[in-house]
């Protein structure tokens, strides 16, 4: 009876470990993370905003997918900037040089769980959660977009639709082949291995929606 109940406790603790979701875990998880990593975390030097923020409206929604049914997940970013437009041009000619940033510790997606997660075992993984960039050209429904993630810049090629002085902004990225952010990638994939039925896609797709 002794060894039945012992064995019980191990199994208990082993499910417990491999939980994608659950909230005191991941307290306990995250005060861990942040007493081992606080003397890296000093070091990191954060990226800040430059130049004015802009007065135009914008909006940015992410999609990212799990299972191997492709299951789409939606959010966005508590915190976001961007700079150096010139708001009194038209949308393509206010948006050409401006500059973006996001906080990925700020990140939202309509679960409190879900967004603990993406903190803790994603953006916290790479060796800086800030995204920030620039825009290039806008034209013939164009444009090219350079993006730093965990301190690697790339420069994509994005399609954009203006419509009533707004301008709806898409394309994707790919954590592994651009940003080659496999540690924040693995952890999470780990962290959430039975949640996702062991298939986390490595694809985000991208929406900016920016208007006067």
């Known amino acids: 009876m002794i060894r039945k109940k012992f064995n019980y406790i191990i199994l208990s603790a082993l499910m417990t470990t491999h939980s994608c979701v659950d909230h005191k875990d991941k307290t306990s998880m995250n005060s ?20 004015k923020e802009s007065s135009l409206k ?5 999609t990212a997918y799990k299972t191997p049914n492709k299951i789409a997940v939606d959010g966005s970013f508590k915190s976001i900037s961007l700079t150096n437009t010139k708001d009194d041009k038209s949308l393509e000619e206010a948006l050409e040089g401006a500059k973006f940033y996001c906080d990925g510790t700020t990140v939202t997606s309509g679960d409190s769980s879900r967004d603990g997660t ?32 965990d301190k690697k810049t790339i420069t994509k090629e994005f399609t954009y639709i203006f419509k009533k002085n707004t301008i709806t902004i898409q394309g994707s990225v ?8 496999q540690r924040a990638f693995t952890s999470l994939h780990h962290a959430c291995f039975d949640l996702h039925e062991g298939k986390t896609w490595t694809e985000v ?5 920016i208007s006067k």
């Open 32 to 51: 861990s993370y942040q007493t081992s990593q606080h003397g890296i975390e000093n070091t990191i030097k954060r990226y800040k905003p430059e130049g």
């Open 58 to 62: 914008k909006e940015l929604i992410w």
């Open 118 to 149: 993406l903190t803790l075992f994603f953006f916290k993984r790479l060796a800086s959660p800030d995204i920030y960039g620039s825009f290039g050209k806008f034209e013939n429904n164009k444009v090219m977009i350079t993006i730093t993630l």
């Open 174 to 181: 790919d954590l592994l082949k651009d940003f080659d952010s």
């Open 205 to 209: 797709n991208l929406t900016a929606i």
